[in-house]
């Protein structure tokens, strides 16, 4: 069979830097555990009694420990497996509102916040106020307690922006949802993997993360934190098989069966477990080490050319691995396509699903804007060969 050029091209030949988008490359394990997966066991998990399946099983439960140990979960039957970030906040927003709630969030959300939000607007009639945020794309925890009404159940806030790479005051949030009994859901797409995230020190209900961007799983896998009692409130949004109490026509009411209807993607969790293994092997703080330098790197780097405008926090201190650029004179897909053509640097151009915060940092009538994402297999040279890559581009911007 002919492969195309993209996947017959060495990894050491190209830049990519669009992890934000989703992580690449992956630790080794998690490709052999995938395929030795496939090709030697195959069963489902939770459905059999023959070893394969049990096995499987094993790794699921040892996958979902993982997690659950990672954000500080008292229970690893808290963690439930989703098929992605956006499956997990549809769960979340759809399975805990009702008709005339109202939901305090931001303009700085991804459109797997803002488009369940706006449906239940339009389909449900619940009121959904959009705080601003400031220059740098930093939201002010006040903006959250300032908006609350008597009818407020819900806040929503991502942990670190897929535009700007900006880290939320999530904490200070949280208290303030605490401290008014309102519930907290944390979009944590961008920030799982690559910062420390607990469940406690966020004070969130819910936690909702990709399994394949900073957790470094295959595509195709999420994860949703549900916080003690959270379950009462929180509707299954899907019914069907869980290969437990098949006796009954009744949906479980025990987690995580209440909301892991149908077989699960375990091709995908079993490369999850194993990237997770390598997570806690080699650390949080040490993948966060590597990748604020390389920001910072960057950050000098895009601040040293003309023509060149960096949006969110200046400070690799206040954001994740993300940072979104303009060229003068450029559209962000030409700069994109550029890049990738000329150099093999490989980025995100245009609004990235997140358009609110395209007005918001007026980009939105430029195109959006030109985003590098990097993460834990990212390295130096790579990192100056993109500032190069830009300089050239950027020096012949009039
Ligand atoms: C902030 C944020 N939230 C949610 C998502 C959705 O995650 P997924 O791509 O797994 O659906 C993304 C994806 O880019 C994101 O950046």
Request: net charge negative; with cysteine.
């Amino acid at each position: 069979m002919q492969l195309p050029v993209s996947m017959t091209m060495p990894p050491s030949d190209r830049i990519y830097l669009d992890n934000a988008a989703t992580s690449w490359q992956k630790p080794p394990s998690v490709y052999e555990a995938v395929d030795r997966y496939m090709r030697f066991n195959g069963a489902p998990a939770g459905r059999g009694a023959y070893r394969e399946a049990v096995e499987v099983e094993r790794l699921v439960n040892d996958a979902r420990k993982r997690i659950a140990n990672l954000i500080g979960a008292s229970d690893p039957k808290r963690i439930v497996f989703t098929s992605s970030g956006t499956d997990s906040l549809n769960l979340a927003i759809h399975g805990l509102l009702r008709a005339g709630d109202h939901v305090v969030t931001t303009v700085c959300e991804h459109n797997s916040v803002l488009r369940p939000l706006r449906h239940l607007e339009q389909e449900l009639g619940i009121a959904v106020t959009r705080v601003e945020c400031g220059a740098n794309g930093i939201v002010d925890p006040t903006s959250f307690a300032a908006a609350i009404q008597s009818s407020t159940k819900l806040f929503v806030l991502t942990h670190a922006s897929n535009v700007t790479g900006a880290i939320q005051p999530v904490e200070e949030v949280g208290m303030i949802a605490e401290s008014r009994g309102i519930r907290f859901l944390v979009d944590a797409a961008q920030s799982l993997g690559h910062i420390p995230v607990t469940a406690d020190q966020l004070h969130a209900d819910l936690i909702a993360a990709p399994g394949h961007k900073g957790l470094l799983g295959p595509l195709g896998t999420g994860v949703l934190y549900v916080a003690p009692g959270v379950e009462e409130l929180l509707s299954a949004t899907r019914q069907g098989g869980t290969g437990t109490s098949s006796e009954s026509d009744q949906q479980p009411k025990t987690l995580p069966d209440k909301y892991e209807s149908g077989n699960h993607n375990v091709p995908g969790i079993v490369g999850l477990g194993a990237a997770l293994t390598y997570l806690s092997e080699r650390g949080v703080d040490d993948i966060r080490q590597h990748e604020r330098e390389l920001t910072t790197r960057l950050l000098d780097g895009f601040r040293s050319l003309d023509h060149v405008t960096i949006y969110g926090p200046q400070d690799a201190e206040r954001r994740v691995g993300v940072v979104s650029i303009a060229i003068d004179d450029y559209d962000p897909q030409e700069v994109a396509t550029m890049l990738d053509a000329a150099y093999a640097v490989q980025v995100r151009s245009g609004f990235h699903c997140a358009p609110l915060m395209h007005s918001s940092l007026a980009t939105r009538e430029r195109g959006g804007t030109v985003r590098f994402s990097l993460g834990p297999f990212t390295t130096p040279d790579q990192i100056d060969r993109a500032i190069q890559a830009v300089g050239e581009i950027a020096a012949s911007a009039i």
